[in-house]
């Protein structure tokens, strides 16, 4: 870490030299120092940690576990003269290092001078994670808190509204035992042992960490939100504060890119420090873990789940398929997974469809070779002709990067259904709902300027059963306006920064507002909503469109416990562990005949290794009752 030469270019006056102090009275028990800007002299510990800085822990640990017992010396130069061992005396200045203003500032020593060696060659050992421990660092509990990260979230980690209060103007008193950016706060810089790690998936690039892939763990450690995969699943309330990332080796060795969730890996010794570029607590291991073991089978057995080509068992799957451009490198694993996994489902919502010239920002918006590349495909593997629905989007309209045009779009099979009255919309028109009810286009799009601006729209269908007369169904397929982080779950900000949930409401009212509107019409209509809602079922946004609509939740109806509800792994939004951001909801008519083996979400991207997934998000797929009745 490169410190200024000058303290005032940051703001920083050093007050009165302190002498003879201890580790745990310059951390302090809050998150900002009582130290910080002030000198001390006389500050004695053994050296625990040598990397890209060096950690010496307290020789007087105390038993308040609001305290810190270890802390950072920034800069290389210090550890070249020393040895993990050392005991070393030190005069130095107290800096809480906070390069950006929505992260936690980091406590460290600056400016280290008069540093004197005591003695060489001293026992260090770690203290294990998940573990009471005593003497080493004092009497205190390991055990990492489970449910919630701050006490200014006030319960709920995704409370609306958010960023209404922030850590560092509060500077609360630590409690590690409730909360766990406490309990990792009160770590940082301790040398510490994960034992029997486990891995939450494959690694993968997080927005958050620019600098690559990176991997979650949880230790051997009381957790919540266990799936029967090994993963940890964020429900209501809960977004597993007891991950935590595992950042770059000291020694150059490599952390395991084969991980797939729920591997078990070999015990991870390192150091806890904030990330504080970042916004996240993380491990940096002294050496690589390994992959010990292995979950089996690999991958999920075939949905049981088929459809007869009859109204009373149709078959419809989601499928988020982020960003896929024509001649996709991807297509057989698709493929694979539609023909095999899914059994080829009736209708296919598809997200994330770019134009045909893929990233290309040529002014092509059509994505007839994109999807014309998909059918090709699954005809060549099923001998099913299907047939794909999409609107294009004015140019570059319809947000996310310049030049993709990413839209929604339904692959069908025409062997069993078929658009009902068609007479599709385009992009510059809205849709609406005629007296019937029938759509104004179909296919069209919702839209309500400006909700809508710079997003996806959603993609509205009416269907009819080829050989059910008189079977008729709406599909929605929605795209919301993607889950962004203005910060992470450890940031400053509390709740943290959510930053467009209130453009996911308000698409939220318009889409459910339009299926209001075919149902006030009748009641008994048959409709589906699938897509990426980009939010969590307890999150305001589907909370008001459930709300609006009286559509029910596919999950609920099936019988699917929480912690199996989950389609993808979410770096900062969910510190690695599995999520579902993409939704099914079906109308009373439909719902009345749902049963408990009528959905599921088929893992086959979430358990695959990173050269065996199709993409980030699972599909899901549902057998569905749309006859009249």
């Not at 991950?243 to 729920?262: E, S």
């Not at 078990?264 to 806890?272: F, K």
């Not at 690589?288 to 088929?306: D, F, G, M, Q």
């Not at 990413?406 to 849709?431: C, D, K």
Request: include cysteine; glycine fraction near 8%.
């Amino acid at each position: 870490m490169k410190i200024p030469r000058s303290f005032a270019a940051l703001g920083i006056i050093l007050t009165r030299c302190v002498s003879a102090v201890t580790v745990a009275e310059v951390r302090g028990n809050r998150y900002l120092s009582p130290f910080r800007g002030k000198s001390f002299t006389n500050l004695t510990g053994v050296v625990n940690f040598i990397g890209y800085y060096t950690s010496i822990r307290s020789l007087e640990p105390d038993d308040d576990e609001s305290t810190a017992e270890s802390i950072g010396i920034s800069g290389y130069d210090f550890g070249v003269d020393y040895a993990v061992g050392d005991v070393v005396t030190l005069d130095g200045s107290v800096w809480d290092d906070r390069p950006w203003n929505v992260f936690l500032p980091t406590t460290s020593i600056v400016s280290p001078h008069n540093v004197r060696r005591v003695s060489r060659g001293n026992p260090v050992r770690p203290v294990i994670l998940g573990r009471a421990t005593s003497g080493i660092i004092g009497n205190k509990n390991l055990r990492p808190p489970t449910e919630q990260y701050n006490k200014l979230d006030q319960g709920n980690v995704f409370g609306v509204p958010n960023n209404v209060a922030s850590v560092s103007r509060f500077n609360l008193q630590l409690e590690p035992r409730k909360y766990g950016m406490d309990f990792f706060q009160s770590l940082c810089a301790e040398l510490v042992t994960i034992r029997n790690p486990t891995a939450l998936g494959r690694r993968a690039k997080d927005d958050a960490l620019n600098s690559g892939p990176h991997l979650w763990v949880y230790g051997n450690w009381p957790v919540t939100g266990n799936n029967s995969r090994g993963g940890l699943t964020v429900t209501d309330r809960d977004a597993n504060p007891e991950t935590l990332i595992l950042f770059d080796p000291v020694d150059g060795t490599k952390n395991p890119n084969t991980t797939r969730l729920g591997d078990s890996l070999t015990d991870i010794t390192g150091v806890i420090e904030y990330l504080s570029i970042f916004g996240l607590y993380y491990i940096r291991p002294s050496t690589a873990p390994k992959v010990k073991s292995s979950r089996s089978p690999s991958l999920p057995p075939p949905s049981a789940i088929k459809s007869d080509g009859r109204c009373s068992a149709l078959s419809v799957a989601d499928y988020n398929l982020e960003d896929w451009a024509p001649n996709n490198s991807r297509i057989p694993i698709f493929v694979d997974h539609i023909a095999t996994y899914l059994g080829n489902p009736s209708i296919i919502f598809l997200q994330g469809i770019q134009d045909s010239s893929g990233p290309t920002d040529d002014g092509t918006v059509d994505a007839n070779l994109t999807l014309s590349h998909l059918i090709q495909a699954l005809e060549e593997r099923t001998g099913i002709p299907y047939n794909f629905v999409d609107i294009n989007p004015l140019d570059n309209n319809d947000g996310v990067e310049r030049g993709h045009n990413i839209r929604n779009a339904y692959i069908f099979n025409p062997l069993e259904v078929r658009l009902h009255y068609p007479n599709p919309g385009n992009s510059s028109v809205i849709n609406s709902v005629l007296p019937g009810p029938l759509l104004r286009f179909n296919p069209g799009r919702i839209d309500a300027p400006p909700v809508f601006e710079y997003c996806r729209k959603p993609l509205v269908a009416h269907w009819e059963m080829v050989h059910d007369e008189g079977a008729t169904f709406f599909t929605v397929n929605v795209q919301f306006k993607h889950k962004a982080a203005l910060s992470t779950l450890q940031s400053d900000p509390r709740p943290p920064g959510n930053p467009w949930i209130n453009d996911r409401i308000a698409q939220a009212n318009v889409t459910g507002s339009f299926i209001a509107q075919i149902l006030a019409q009748d009641k008994n209509a048959a409709i589906i909503a699938a897509g990426d809602f980009a939010e969590y079922a307890f999150v305001e946004p589907l909370k008001q469109l459930v709300q609006i609509t009286g559509l029910q939740s596919m999950d609920v109806l099936s019988g699917i416990p929480e912690v199996e509800r989950y389609t993808s792994t979410s770096g900062s939004f969910a510190y690695g562990s599995q999520d579902q951001l993409t939704h099914m909801f079906v109308s009373p008519s439909i719902a009345r005949y749902a049963g408990r083996e009528d959905f599921e979400h088929v893992h086959v991207n979430t358990w695959a290794a990173a050269e065996d997934a199709a993409g980030v998000y699972d599909p899901s797929l549902a057998r569905l009752n749309v006859c009249q009745h």
